[in-house]
């Protein structure tokens, strides 16, 4: 692949990628330059669509190379795309062949093994040869670092931490003492696992920290967003458990258990010591109290307020969080208070000058 300024030419016909991820190519090759979105892509950029509305809008796609939903399409929209001669292929899995197409076409920058000479490794720490250590990071003590790890630059790891194999550690990620992070974690840039959690008891004289001696377990293929925070356990341990994924800007509290293939949307909060089950979807700004649990395979709905267990298999949203249906309808009896109480006003008046009620 060629890079000129900030576009990226990797000059691949149509029908080798679609050879490449096992889908028929309809109509003729095309030369593709570049991979980009339905209205801004180029007639020889391909494009992916997910959307009904956007195939509603064929005629403002230049792309004459699509990769469609083929959930989404009917004999008139085939039809349109041939009149277009509009070359495409039929996928199932969209978002997966897109994922497989940019893990192709997607130019990374790769360190090479071996530890950067700005770097500061701690005794008895050992860094497997086939790990890469970039510039200005900071390793303490009797760590270990597994195979295939890279660790970009300015990464501080504190004392007794394992990271476990093919792991990435981007810039300025912080790892506190005695953290446990598995094989194929991602950890994005600024995010920090093990710091104290916010512990204290109060007296007449103030607010005193309770001590944090507990730490922080990421299992296998969990990733974690950019500037995410995951405190370490008072005593015992914060975990979440395999194939979880965090976004950016989460705070999770001490001694939280998070189960497996969850999802948790941006500026998530959850309190110390709540278990959340597993393949649960907590979507953005939603904020768990502590000491709560959530069951297998719930929903939380954005900016939702969640002060109680759930069971398993609910969809709650609002606050405090309640099923989602008759979270919809209680809005929509307060979008229309207004109107009961004009009403509820002119019944009054009726009865008034009816004179069923003194006025």
């Known amino acids: 692949?060629?890079?000129?300024?900030?576009?990226?030419?990797?000059?691949?016909?149509?029908?080798?990628?679609?050879?490449?991820?096992?889908?028929?190519?309809?109509?003729?090759?095309?030369?593709?330059?570049?991979?980009?979105?339905?209205?801004?892509?180029?007639?020889?950029?391909?494009?992916?669509?997910?959307?009904?509305?956007?195939?509603?809008?064929?005629?403002?796609?230049?792309?004459?190379?699509?990769?469609?939903?083929?959930?989404?399409?009917?004999?008139?929209?085939?039809?349109?795309?041939?009149?277009?001669?509009?070359?495409?292929?039929?996928?199932?899995?969209?978002?997966?062949?897109?994922?497989?197409?940019?893990?192709?076409?997607?130019?990374?920058?790769?360190?090479?093994p071996g530890i950067h000479p700005t770097s500061?490794?701690?005794?008895?720490?050992?860094?497997?040869?086939?790990s890469s250590i970039g510039p200005y990071c900071i390793i303490g003590k009797n760590c270990h670092v597994s195979d295939s790890v890279?660790?970009?630059?300015?990464?501080?790891?504190?004392?007794?931490?394992?990271?476990?194999?093919?792991?990435?550690?981007?810039?300025?990620?912080?790892?506190?003492?005695?953290?446990?992070?598995?094989?194929?974690?991602?950890?994005?840039?600024?995010?920090?696992?093990?710091?104290?959690?916010f512990g204290y008891y109060t007296k007449e004289d103030g607010h005193h920290r309770i001590p944090h001696m507990g730490c922080v377990v990421l299992e296998d293929d969990v990733e974690i967003g950019s500037n995410s925070t995951i405190d370490r356990a008072t005593i015992g341990e914060t975990r979440i458990r395999k194939g979880t994924k965090i976004d950016n800007l989460v705070q999770i509290a001490h001694n939280v258990l998070i189960g497996e293939n969850c999802l948790i949307a941006a500026q998530v909060g959850i309190a110390g010591s709540t278990e959340v089950g597993n393949r649960v979807t907590i979507a953005g700004q939603a904020g768990l109290v502590g000491h709560i649990h959530i069951g297998d395979d719930v929903t939380i709905g954005a900016?939702?307020?969640?002060?109680?267990?759930?069971?398993?298999?609910?969809?709650?949203?609002?606050?405090p969080a309640r099923n989602h249906r008759q979270a919809l309808k209680n809005l929509a009896y307060v979008d229309r208070l207004a109107d009961f109480e004009k009403r509820l006003d002119e019944l009054w008046r009726v009865m008034v000058d009816s004179g069923g009620v003194q006025g």
């Open 150 to 197: 890279n660790i970009y630059s300015h990464v501080v790891i504190g004392n007794r931490v394992e990271i476990g194999n093919n792991t990435v550690i981007h810039p300025n990620v912080t790892i506190a003492d005695n953290s446990v992070i598995g094989n194929h974690v991602i950890l994005q840039a600024g995010c920090v696992i093990g710091s104290d959690g």
């Open 120 to 130: 500061v490794i701690g005794e008895e720490s050992t860094i497997a040869d086939s």
């Open 303 to 319: 900016q939702s307020g969640v002060i109680g267990t759930i069971r398993p298999n609910q969809i709650v949203s609002g606050y």
């Open 1 to 112: 692949m060629e890079i000129l300024g900030d576009f990226h030419f990797f000059m691949y016909s149509f029908k080798t990628l679609a050879d490449s991820l096992d889908l028929e190519l309809h109509g003729a090759d095309v030369r593709l330059l570049g991979i980009s979105t339905p209205f801004k892509a180029a007639p020889n950029e391909l494009s992916v669509i997910f959307g009904k509305d956007v195939l509603l809008r064929l005629k403002e796609i230049r792309s004459k190379a699509l990769l469609v939903d083929a959930d989404l399409v009917s004999t008139d929209i085939l039809k349109r795309l041939e009149d277009m001669e509009i070359s495409y292929c039929l996928s199932h899995s969209p978002r997966e062949h897109l994922a497989l197409l940019i893990e192709q076409l997607i130019d990374r920058p790769k360190q090479q």
